[in-house]
């Protein structure tokens, strides 16, 4: 996995990849956000994207969650076509994400948020008829302990700093309970302590899960040890670790030549 | 208004504060027709003005439920809520209108005397089943369900929200006053329905069917809202309000949107419907007039002013605004709509949260 060279896409798309795109583009009035695009994510893989602003990095996460139609080009997930689904459809399927700018419900409190969030059934009837679980209760908890909002736990939302937002997002992901965790920039905003330990979160979720994450911060893509995708201006630019990518002559103009 | 705005429902011991003054006005309210019963002299006489008057109102207590439960927590500003209201009390009217069989003024056996001036020959097919009582009842629910099942799939289906919504509401409302005011609806034109005589055995127009009529919008007013604070507290409330804040944001987690917003708007429209049919009993008479657009802006202010989001803050802004409403157009009928304007800006300024802001604010 780190010789950098992507399997050819025809052969890859076998039982072991989650996510797959092929030749996908984007087009905003005439202009590519996303040009050709091609990527696959195996089963339990962890993957970091990394590219210059603009690169296109969150239009990939909004054609994969429903939120952006391609205007062309394929999305699969498992045996799923995603560009004929809708968002709720997606999320149910198994794909869970966390937005660049951390959006929650404001007037809710942080454990009501997270009961949101948590896998259950989603219609008005069998919300109206919820009642929390013991076992439900715990699950809350432990994702409050490991985001480290127990204490804030009553709190609205509305009131938490940039980056217990950013903490609340990750813990409703990890109560979506999702396949597949899409990760947009979640350390933004986080002390160097706080970056590490999501960092060896996201390393321990993948595995049994396949998470895409995109950073900017290249000491947490390394700390990730993951297979690293270096986007530019839509399409990919380089694939390999995160030694290969940094050396890559096209990686270095592009990040230098900013 | 923004969205942030609406306010947490009271926690602990104002909480209870709440429950207590409503139950006191509840008991209060509940009083009134026995008070009515008492000789005129004594001096805790409530004559039938106020009996019949408060009966009126807590219909639009009602419908202000039905209101803050869909605009206040889910953020469906329903700009027609008086249609689903007058449709409930047409359904109602019809049934009444059954009921006066051969008193009319044709002495026509089946046909209500507007048929008869129409020259109609036999009943159209859609009044069939309206002699029954549970059959109108049920039609003062479902007309208006249905027709915000179908007004509401197409607009949440599309992510029609916000002024756009409010604006196919207040078309939808001002169509089918345009529609109900033709003769050849069946629906007796502009003039409507009225020369009521009974309900259910009871001669209108009696204490005793006043009474009755009266509790009977009690009991509904205490059972909607139980139900709406059952939703409101309920998962389903979270939803709602997670829904009205970040619309998009909840479908990311898998909920189906447009489901959870076409089962409170239907169940909103629902209730609307039945405080329509008991107010019609109670005014006695049903006219085109009802689906006025005003009508429903009006009650969207009374909601604003009482507080949205809060349930008691609609059923606060009915009576006050309602009251106020009396009462100048007793002494300066011409001020009302300038009145009811002033009041809806004034609100919109000061008090964002509404009288139940002020209140909350006042007792911390
Ligand atoms: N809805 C949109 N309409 C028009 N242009 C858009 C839209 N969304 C993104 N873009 C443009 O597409 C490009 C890629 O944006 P984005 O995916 O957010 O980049 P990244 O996340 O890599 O910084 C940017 O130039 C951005 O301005
Ligand atoms: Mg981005």
Redesign the pocket.
Same mark, same amino acid.
């Given at each position: 996995m780190s010789d950098g060279l992507s399997p050819p896409l025809g052969a890859a798309r076998d039982a072991a990849s989650v996510l797959y795109l092929d030749g996908v583009s %984007?087009v905003?009035?005439g202009?590519r &956000?996303?040009n050709n695009l091609s990527l696959i994510v195996g089963a339990g893989e962890l993957r970091a994207i990394i +590219?210059?602003? *603009? &690169? +296109?990095? $969150? $239009?990939?996460m909004?054609v994969i969650t429903g939120k952006?139609r391609p205007t062309e080009g394929v999305v699969r997930f498992r045996d799923h076509d995603l560009t004929r689904l809708d968002e709720a459809t997606i999320a149910n399927l198994g794909i869970g994400r966390k937005f660049?700018k951390p959006t929650m419900f404001d007037a809710l409190t942080v454990f009501e948020n997270l009961e949101l969030a948590l896998k259950a059934p989603r219609g008005p009837v069998a919300c109206l008829r919820w009642a929390l679980s013991g076992e439900a209760r715990r699950r809350i908890e432990a994702v409050m302990e490991e985001v480290g909002l127990t204490a804030r736990s009553r709190d609205r939302a509305a009131i938490l700093s940039h980056g217990q937002r950013q903490w609340l997002e990750i813990g409703m992901l990890l109560m979506q309970d999702p396949e597949l965790l899409l990760v947009?920039e979640p350390v933004a905003g986080m002390t160097d302590q706080e970056t590490e330990h999501t960092a060896a979160l996201l390393v321990r979720i993948a595995g049994r899960r396949s998470v895409v994450v %995109?950073e900017h911060d290249l000491e947490f893509v390394r700390a990730l040890g993951s297979k690293v995708t270096v986007?530019c201006e *839509?399409s990919m630019l380089s694939e390999g670790s995160i030694d290969h990518v940094q050396n890559d002559p096209r990686v270095i103009e592009v990040y230098l030549g900013r | 208004m923004s969205a942030t705005l609406a306010s947490p429902p009271p926690a602990g011991s104002g909480r209870l504060t709440l429950r207590l003054l409503m139950l006191g006005a509840v008991l209060l309210l509940a009083v009134l027709p026995a008070l009515n019963r008492l000789p005129a002299d004594s001096a805790l006489h409530v004559s039938d003005f106020i009996v019949s008057v408060s009966g009126k109102w807590i219909t639009y207590a009602i419908l202000a439920l039905a209101i803050d439960l869909a605009w206040g927590y889910a953020g469906i500003l329903s700009l027609g809520h008086g249609a689903f209201f007058t449709l409930g009390g047409y359904a109602i009217g019809m049934h009444l209108m059954r009921l006066i069989g051969p008193r009319g003024v044709y002495g026509h056996p089946v046909l209500p005397d507007f048929m008869v001036f129409l020259g109609y020959k036999e009943l159209p097919w859609y009044w069939l089943g309206f002699d029954h009582f549970p059959f109108a009842l049920l039609m003062a629910m479902a007309v208006p369900g249905l027709l915000a099942a179908v007004v509401g799939y197409l607009a949440f289906r599309s992510r029609i929200t916000g002024v756009y919504f409010s604006i196919i509401t207040q078309a939808m409302t001002y169509a089918l006053m345009l529609a109900f005011f033709r003769n050849d609806m069946g629906f007796g034109g502009n003039n409507g329905f009225t020369d009521f005589k009974e309900l259910l055995g009871m001669p209108l127009n009696t204490p005793t069917a006043r009474s009755a009529l009266f509790y009977a919008s009690l009991a509904l007013l205490v059972l909607s809202y139980a139900l709406c604070s059952r939703i409101t507290q309920s998962k389903l409330g979270r939803v709602l309000v997670a829904i009205r804040d970040a619309e998009s944001r909840v479908r990311f987690l898998g909920y189906d949107v447009t489901r959870h917003k076409l089962f409170v708007f239907v169940l909103s429209a629902v209730l609307a419907g039945l405080a329509g049919a008991l107010y019609v009993p109670q005014v006695g008479i049903i006219n085109p007039g009802e689906f006025s657009p005003g009508n429903s802006i009006e009650a969207v202010i009374w909601v604003a002013v009482g507080g949205r989001g809060t349930l008691v803050g609609a059923l606060l802004g009915a009576f006050s605004v309602n009251a106020l409403k009396t009462w100048l157009t007793t002494v300066a009928p011409d001020l009302w709509l300038f009145a009811l304007g002033g009041l809806f800006v004034a609100v919109t300024l000061f008090l964002p949260r509404g009288l139940i802001g002020l209140v909350s604010k006042v007792a911390k």
């Open positions: %984007v905003f009035d202009f &956000a996303l +590219g210059p602003n *603009g &690169a +296109g990095k $969150t $239009t990939m909004d952006t660049q947009d %995109v986007l *839509g | -």
